[in-house]
């Protein structure tokens, strides 16, 4: 029997990983078997363990990969306010609200993630405290510490706006929100970039 190389595994993994993400952001950690997981990568159950060791060490690489490709899609934005102006509009809008399973990892598995274990809980903590960073950069390029406070209330403005948008069932209701949430952290950006 052929055994593949390192490529072919790391390829393997990444695919899992990659597929994993989509899946768990769609239908949450709880609601996702290995089954499913392994099926949506076009592999069988038993090749799950040739890449992890348990369903906890998957959902601890799908969260660091997430928030991953989350901070280098942010650090991709036109630079400074400007930037954060376009994160807002586009986190906050119909599209990514309808389309969880490619959208933010926090807004999607927050409730999840509290409940992970450690590694899990590390891998969010070390992607969301880049991300605040990327905030706090482009708030304030000369002193990015000093916006420390205001980059994490836009954070969690930004993922309790998805979250309250996707749990209500009324779609006006919900487009009011996403609004809201816009003026809101846009205001806030506003406020926290004019500050001396």
Do not use: W
């Not at 969301?128 to 990015?144: G, H, Y």
């Amino acid at each position: 029997m052929a055994r593949y190389g390192r490529e072919h595994k790391e390829a393997t993994r990444r695919r899992i990983v990659e597929t994993a993400g989509r899946r768990f952001k769609q239908d949450g950690i709880d609601g996702s078997g290995i089954a499913t997981l392994m099926a949506d990568a076009g592999l069988t159950n038993g090749a799950f363990y040739a890449h992890f060791d348990s369903k906890d060490d998957l959902v601890a690489a799908v969260v660091e990969d997430q928030l991953g490709r989350q901070v280098s899609e942010f650090s991709e934005l036109p630079a400074g306010v400007s930037g954060l102006e376009v994160l807002v509009v586009e986190y906050l809008s119909p599209a990514h609200r309808d389309h969880c399973d490619l959208g933010c990892p926090s807004a999607a598995l927050l409730d999840e993630i509290g409940r992970c274990n450690g590694a899990t809980k590390d891998g969010y903590a070390a992607g969301a405290m880049a991300i605040v960073d990327e905030i706090c950069t482009r708030l304030k390029p000369d002193d990015p510490a000093s916006a420390r406070g205001t980059a994490f209330a836009l954070f969690t403005m930004l993922v309790g706006s998805m979250q309250l948008a996707r749990a209500v069932s009324d779609k006006e209701s919900s487009d009011s929100i996403l609004r809201h949430g816009v003026r809101s952290a846009q205001d806030m950006i506003r406020r926290e970039a004019n500050q001396q």
